[in-house]
Each structure stands twice: as structure tokens, then as C-alpha cells.
């Protein structure tokens, strides 16, 4: 159960509670913390590809806001102006 959590991608805390939940573990959460991170230690990234294309075949595009700036007379916090 452990190995196939840590597949899906759960964190140490929500397996943790899903075994309090489902087995009545009575064992503190940083013992399955520590069980995590051996296992992750020891199991191998997944692949991923490499895609190769020709220049100019493909394009990205990020429609994101960007970092928060500091405005230079206010001092407050705010979103960089888009150009």
C-alpha cells in the first residue's frame, strides 16, 4: 500500500493518515516520514523522453503573470506590468 502511495505521488502526511485511517496504525508520523524517504532513496526517477524537433517546428508560450515587484515609490508588493 505504501509503495503504490508513493507512486501516485501522496506525500508522508496523507499516507500517514491514510493508514491511521484504514489500519488504526499506531506508529507517529515521522517513522513514515522516514520510511518515504528510504524508499525514495532507493527507487529510480521514471524516463522521460527527449522530443527532438527541427528549429522552428514547435513553439511554447507562457501566458503566466509573473514574479510580484516591488513598485520603486510605494514599496508595496504587486504583479510586474505586462509588456
Known amino acids: 500500500m505504501v509503495e503504490r502511495a508513493i507512486a501516485s505521488g501522496q ?7 491514510d493508514l ?3 489500519f488504526r496504525l499506531t506508529a507517529r508520523h515521522a ?4 520510511c518515504v524517504a528510504r524508499h525514495k532513496a ?3 526517477p521514471e524516463a522521460h523522453p527527449v522530443i527532438e524537433t527541427a528549429p ?17 515609490k510605494t514599496g508595496k508588493s504587486r504583479e510586474r506590468a505586462s509588456s
Open 11 to 17: 506525500n508522508a502526511k496523507a499516507i500517514s493518515q
Open 20 to 22: 491511521v485511517d484504514d
Open 31 to 34: 517513522r513514515v516520514k522516514r
Open 42 to 44: 532507493v527507487t529510480s
Open 56 to 72: 522552428g517546428e514547435e513553439a511554447q508560450v507562457d501566458h503566466g503573470d509573473g514574479p510580484m515587484v516591488r513598485h520603486p
